[in-house]
Nanobody
Framework: QVQLVESGGGLVQAGGSLRLSCAASGSIVSVNVMDWYRQAPGKQRELVAGITSGGSTNYADSVKGRFTISRGNVKNTVYLQMNSLKPEDTAVYYC???????????WGQGTQVTVSS
C-alpha cells in the first residue's frame, strides 16, 4: 500500500501562483511515476503533469510554460508549481502514484484549487 498526502491548494486570483505538494509513504518501489491530475466540475479527470523516478517530465498542453513538476530532496515527494493561474485551472487536484513494474496505482484525496477572475 502507498499513501499519498497532498497539500497546498487554496484560493488565488488570476495571474497568481500556488505550489502543491504530495508526500508518498508506505511500500514505495524505486521505479515509479508520480503525476498530478485534476478534475473540474462536470468534466473528466485529466492529466496535468507527470514525473518519473528518473526525472523525465511531461505536461498537458494547457499548462506548458506555466506549471512545473519536480521531485523534492525528501524521497518520494513531488511538487507542482503553478504560475500564471487562470480561472480554467480551477479544479480538484489529485496526486497519483504508479509502480512501473507492477502497474499498481494509488490516488491522494485531492486538494481544491480555485482561481478567481
Amino acid at each position: 500500500q502507498v499513501q499519498l498526502v497532498e497539500s497546498g491548494g487554496g484560493l488565488v486570483q488570476a495571474g497568481g501562483s500556488l505550489r502543491l505538494s504530495c508526500a508518498a509513504s508506505g511500500s514505495i518501489v524505486s521505479v515509479n511515476v508520480m503525476d498530478w491530475y485534476r478534475q473540474a466540475p462536470g468534466k473528466q479527470r485529466e492529466l496535468v503533469a507527470g514525473i518519473t523516478s528518473g526525472g523525465s517530465t511531461n505536461y498537458a498542453d494547457s499548462v506548458k510554460g506555466r506549471f512545473t513538476i519536480s521531485r523534492g530532496n525528501v524521497k518520494n515527494t513531488v511538487y507542482l508549481q503553478m504560475n500564471s493561474l487562470k480561472p480554467e485551472d480551477t479544479a480538484v487536484y489529485y496526486c497519483h502514484f504508479r509502480a512501473v513494474l507492477t502497474g499498481l496505482q494509488y490516488w491522494g484525496q485531492g486538494t481544491q484549487v480555485t482561481v478567481s477572475s
